[in-house]
């Protein structure tokens, strides 16, 4: 696609880059954030993205006087856009967390505040980039803070929205559909596609359009249950990682990357991988009740922190890769036959 569309990203300010952008109704090129294929720059109207403002406004109370505070960086679509609509708002982007009145952070980088200590009560928490656990909101909620959570892309913008995974619902004038599987969106905040061909974007007649993430919608709650492909086989049984990192998440109330592992006999072994290492026995001992025979990691390890993404997210590949190479040592049952029997 041939574009005359503002590189945002290459200006000296982003951000005004964008608001001049739309104040001359032009396009602009932003970058998805490469989780699961590599970065692509996507075109959309300025307007696009400043259509929605009014809506998060309200969702989120981001307007004069308050304080947003950014720590990840303008690179990722999420960031460079809660930024705008900061600046737009009337709102101050701040360098750091002290006297702020909001956030916008991923769920990684949601559990290292709350590790390190960071004051966060009062402060309204907008997460996104991955799936927020209804434990790290608790977590956060403990802390004082207001949490709400959207699910989107940046082909898409928004898709969904609420407190945290388990309740998410349809954005304002966003229209969902599951289709085999698949979540399909319509919405007047949808991007035009990439410059460069490709990618998994991809429209219908209808004005529908998906990035190929795979979901369910039961009573207006969108479950989203990631991309197509995310499984282990082992044994000939195709276990969803997804639904195994579900029940591990519930068990543990910590989060959890669910992998497979090669396995010269079975293929692939499932393995799960924690930063809580007190979370990873507990679940390790009650994991029986909560999984089918095949679902049930076979390899457990532990790391001290998540490997991460330029945008922020939980890098999912270099986790996989980092237990396939060896590099990380399974953690073993706490003491010979102590869980004879279990993964």
């Known amino acids: 696609m041939r574009s ?21 109704g ?11 294929t590599r970065p692509r720059a996507v075109v959309r109207t300025a307007a696009s993205w400043v259509d929605s403002f009014p809506t998060v406004s309200r969702l989120t109370g981001i307007g004069p ?22 600046r737009f708002a009337g709102a101050d982007v701040v360098p750091s967390p002290s006297g702020a009145t909001h956030a916008c ?4 980088a949601l559990i290292g505040v709350l590790s390190d200590g960071v004051d966060v009560a009062g402060m309204h928490l907008v997460i996104a980039g991955d799936r927020l656990g209804r434990p790290l909101a608790r977590r956060a909620a403990a802390a004082g803070a207001r949490t709400c959570h959207y699910y989107g892309a940046a082909e898409l913008s928004f898709v969904a929205w609420g407190s945290d995974e388990e309740d ?47 979901g369910r919608l039961t009573g207006g709650v969108l479950s989203v249950t990631g991309r197509g492909g995310e499984a282990v086989l082992t044994g000939g049984a195709t276990v969803l990682v997804d639904d195994v990192e579900q029940a591990l998440r519930r068990v543990a109330g910590a989060e959890v990357v669910v992998v497979g592992v090669a396995h ?30 095949a679902q049930r990691p076979r390899r457990w390890f532990h790391v001290p922190s998540w490997p991460t993404t330029a945008g922020g997210k939980v890098d999912r590949a270099a986790i ?21 029997g279990a993964p």
């Open 4 to 24: 005359d569309a503002v590189d945002v990203l290459g200006a000296t300010d982003p951000v005004a880059a964008a608001l001049a952008a739309y104040a001359d």
């Open 264 to 293: 010269p006999r079975l293929g692939q072994l499932v393995a799960a991988v924690f930063t809580d290492y007190a979370a990873l026995t507990a679940t390790r001992t009650a994991v029986k009740a909560e999984l089918a025979p």
């Open 105 to 108: 952070l991923t769920p990684t």
């Open 26 to 36: 032009r396009r602009i090129s932003v970058r998805t954030s490469g989780t699961t």
């Open 65 to 86: 006087g308050s304080r947003v505070w950014l720590p990840g960086p303008l690179t990722a679509s999420m960031n460079l856009f809660a930024a705008v609509h900061a």
């Open 320 to 340: 996989a890769e980092l237990a396939a190479s060896g590099r990380l040592t399974p953690v073993p049952r706490a003491a010979p036959g102590s869980d004879r």
């Open 168 to 214: 998410l619902r349809a954005f304002p004038g966003v229209e969902l559909q599951i289709r085999d599987g698949v979540i399909w969106v319509r919405s007047p905040y949808l991007s035009q596609g990439y410059l460069a061909p490709g990618g998994p974007f991809s429209t219908t007649p209808d004005g529908f359009a998906t990035v190929g993430d795979r």
